[in-house]
T-cell receptor
Framework: EAQVTQNPRYLITVTGKKLTVTCSQN?????MSWYRQDPGLGLRQIYY???????DKGDVPEGYKVSRKEKRNFPLILESPSPNQTSLYFC???????????FGDGTRLSIL | SQELEQSPQSLIVQEGKNLTINCTSS?????LYWYKQKYGEGLIFLMM?????EEKSHEKITAKLDEKKQQSSLHITASQPSHAGIYLC?????????FGQGTRLTINP
């Protein structure tokens, strides 16, 4: 089954404690992306990757890092999480940029 | 302000009624996506519109793209409880994708 898998689905943690949200897709897609969803603001793109070893900032990259060492994986790293990063995060992938994206089920992060 | 503005932000309709959700862009639209999200879950791709005047349908959902008005509309005919959720429009901007803030649709029996 074609899917984008995120882990964990839920996480409560404290300010400053480094965390990683993993994202994996099994569709051999070149394009992957991370979004955060906040009430009243909709989905905002954090980072995206056109292919292996190629990553670029989205609209709200501050406080986040990503890497794309393999085609299937695109982890999101919060080196020093802060409460304003409490949000619902989505990973997505598509065959190429500009094509419809497949979304993961989301990761709800709470930073205390 | 948002590059893509959706209206209304929330909508409550009685089951069986028709409804329309609009998505207006502050920039030229070269293509537009519609997604549906069930509360707290991932987004499901509905339709992609690429050409001005294009209209697509999926079951009881129809979407149109008006490039001149920089607007797209999503119309649901004879709404059902399964249509409830959040509808989001999205537009490609170079390699990025931007979204509207979403329209929360509630269907009352």
């Amino acid at each position: 089954e074609a899917q984008v898998t995120q882990n964990p689905r839920y996480l409560i943690t404290v300010t400053g404690k480094k965390l990683t949200v993993t994202c994996s897709q099994n569709m051999n897609h070149e394009y992957m992306s991370w979004y955060r969803q906040d009430p009243g603001l909709g989905l905002r793109q954090i980072y995206y990757s056109m292919n292996v070893e190629v990553t670029d900032k989205g609209d709200v990259p501050e406080g986040y890092k990503v890497s794309r060492k393999e085609k299937r994986n695109f982890p999101l790293i919060l080196e020093s999480p802060s409460p304003n990063q409490t949000s619902l995060y989505f990973c997505a992938s598509s065959r190429q940029a500009g094509q419809p994206q497949h979304f993961g089920d989301g990761t709800r992060l709470s930073i205390l | 302000s948002q590059e893509l503005e959706q209206s209304p932000q929330s909508l409550i309709v009685q089951e069986g009624k028709n409804l329309t959700i609009n998505c207006t862009s502050s920039k030229t639209l070269y293509g537009l996506y519609w997604y549906k999200q069930k509360y707290g879950e991932g987004l499901i791709f509905l339709m992609m519109l690429q050409k001005g005047g294009e209209e697509k349908s999926h079951e009881k959902i129809t979407a149109k793209l008006d490039e001149k008005k920089q607007q797209s509309s999503l119309h649901i005919t004879a709404s059902q409880p399964s249509h409830a959720g959040i509808y989001l429009c999205g537009a490609a901007r170079a390699q990025k994708l931007v979204f509207g803030q979403g329209t929360r649709l509630t269907i009352n029996p």
